[in-house]
């Protein structure tokens, strides 16, 4: 039995060995990659499907913004080859669209294959206003309106804007915190 699931700490290391499985080792030069490193993914918004104590496939959406107008960036989506062609990535896409939806977000944007997500309602023409950081096929630029004219009057350079995970530096306790006993 296969379920989705918000993403745990404990599926990250699963959920690595799949996108370099999906994406090969230069998945990392990606300009959407650069838009997430260093962020955490949108709150509510990172899922994994499960099967047999495995990842299966995966999911996120990020915060971002062109000026001062939020949207999600969505992605990666990887579904595991064993389980390609049974549905699995409709699943993780249509879960992930139903509570970005449901958190009460207004436009996601993606950078993906046309003839895979129109179907889910993204299209190029809702993406004419949006830039990316660095190089892209301006064809694969897609942008899905939950709330229709989300996007109207957008115009510029998508920017990061996701929480950053809290480290200490240099391998020191955070400030105001303390071990204790």
Known sequence: ????????LFDIPQREMLLDQSFGPSRGLKTCERLREGRLPSRGLAFVARGNDQVLGTIRLWDVAVGTRPLLMLGPLAVSPACRGIGLGSDLMVHALAQARRLGHRAIFLVGD??????FGFHEKAAEGLDLPGPFARERLLALEIEPGALSGVSGMVRPTGPVPLRPENGEAARGFRAVA
Not at 114 to 119: D, E, I, L, T
Request: no cysteine; net charge neutral.
């Open 1 to 8: 039995m296969i379920t989705i699931d918000s993403e745990k």
């Open 114 to 119: 046309a003839p895979y997500y129109n179907r």
